[in-house]
């Protein structure tokens, strides 16, 4: 099993390779979606990683998958200009969907 990224920026792509992680660096909704559709049927990915510029562009699609399949496992970074959601968006996620105070 092997982790694959797709990136918005060159910093990261680069970091991501350093750290032994292949990838595209892709910009437009149709070659993001390409790339995530290869990356998805290749059954050595076990783990796809995006940035979230990359999530903010198809988030329907992104949402989409991890609804239907279990594999290969979706995640979302933050990229060179640091994260983008809301502070404490974890602890307001659990708020909402749990009733829990943390």
């Known amino acids: ?22 990838g595209v660096i892709v910009h437009q909704r149709e070659e993001i979606l390409d790339a995530l559709d290869r990356a998805t049927r290749n ?3 076990g783990i796809i990683i995006i940035t979230e510029g990359i999530l903010e562009l198809i988030e329907p699609e992104i949402t989409a ?15 060179r200009h640091g994260q983008r ?10 708020n909402e969907s749990v009733g829990i105070k943390i």
């Open 1 to 22: 099993m092997r982790s694959y990224l797709l990136s918005d920026n060159h910093e990261t792509f680069v970091a991501m390779r350093l750290a032994g992680i292949d």
């Open 43 to 45: 059954k050595e990915i």
């Open 65 to 79: 998958l991890k609804l239907s399949m279990r594999y290969p496992l979706i995640v979302e970074i933050p990229d």
């Open 85 to 94: 959601r809301e502070e404490k968006y974890i602890t307001k996620h659990i």
